[in-house]
């Protein structure tokens, strides 16, 4: 089983869960065509439809967001664009003197083996009011998962898995994979 992804943050994330529980899984380190749809379970699963023609074998992908309830669930679908422009700064900025910090992180794996099969994981917790940590990618610095208070690049990879919105999707995919071979 191959997991596409350009991002070798969630590929490290991945590798550490698979390992844990004995699950083979390569990297197949490429970007394809993401397209702006109105969630990211519809993203990801257009992503995959395009990767069934151009990938041999089973693979999965992930698509995930950081979703800000003060700012109406944005970045959302928008995540990775805002990342590369606006970045952590930006968001702070975007949400200074906002009290209400609450925000949801939100995984969507899709699995394709002949057919398509999705898996959701979610985690809400708080954006936090500067950038702390340095482990991690992404809008990590920044978000701190409900009962902690260490922002997602504060923790080991370990640290992250065992609270993270991608962890989560991936319990719910292993369920599968191990009905799946009973
Ligand atoms: P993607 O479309 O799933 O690659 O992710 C959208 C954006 O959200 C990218 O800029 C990622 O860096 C960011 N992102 C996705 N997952 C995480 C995460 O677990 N932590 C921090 N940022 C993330």
Same mark, same amino acid.
């Given at each position: 089983?191959?997991?596409?992804? @350009?991002?070798?943050?969630?590929? &490290?994330?991945?590798? &550490?869960?698979?390992?844990? $529980?004995?699950?083979?899984?390569? =990297?197949?380190?490429?970007?394809? #065509?993401?397209? /702006?749809?109105? %969630?990211?379970?519809? $993203?990801?699963?257009?992503? &995959?439809?395009?990767?069934?023609?151009?990938?041999?074998?089973?693979?999965?992908?992930?698509?995930?967001?950081?979703?800000?309830?003060?700012?109406?669930?944005? #970045?959302?679908?928008?995540?990775?664009?805002?990342?590369?422009?606006?970045?952590?700064?930006? $968001?702070? !900025?975007?949400?200074?003197?906002?009290?209400?910090?609450?925000?949801?992180?939100? %995984?969507?794996?899709?699995?394709?083996?002949?057919?398509?099969? =999705?898996?959701?994981?979610? %985690? @809400?917790? !708080?954006?936090?009011?500067?950038?702390?940590?340095?482990?991690?990618?992404?809008?990590? *610095?920044?978000?701190? *998962?409900? /009962? /902690?208070? !260490?922002?997602?690049?504060?923790?080991?990879?370990?640290?992250?898995?065992?609270?993270?919105?991608?962890? !989560?999707? %991936?319990? &719910?995919?292993?369920?599968?994979?191990?009905?799946?071979?009973?």
């Amino acid at each position: 089983m191959k997991l596409v992804t @350009s991002n070798r943050g969630k590929y &490290a994330e991945y590798k &550490a869960i698979m390992d844990s $529980v004995g699950v083979e899984m390569e =990297l197949l380190l490429m970007s394809y #065509p993401e397209e /702006q749809l109105d %969630t990211i379970e519809e $993203v990801a699963e257009r992503s &995959a439809n395009y990767l069934k023609g151009v990938v041999a074998g089973d693979f999965f992908i992930d698509d995930s967001g950081l979703f800000i309830e003060s700012l109406g669930g944005f #970045p959302g679908v928008y995540s990775s664009y805002v990342n590369r422009t606006l970045g952590n700064r930006g $968001v702070l !900025k975007l949400m200074e003197g906002d009290k209400n910090r609450n925000a949801e992180f939100r %995984t969507c794996i899709v699995y394709y083996n002949g057919e398509l099969k =999705l898996f959701s994981g979610k %985690t @809400s917790g !708080k954006i936090s009011d500067m950038m702390r940590g340095s482990n991690g990618f992404g809008f990590d *610095p920044i978000f701190i *998962p409900d /009962q /902690q208070d !260490k922002t997602y690049a504060e923790m080991t990879t370990e640290g992250k898995n065992s609270v993270s919105h991608r962890s !989560k999707a %991936t319990m &719910a995919f292993l369920e599968f994979l191990k009905k799946k071979t009973i």
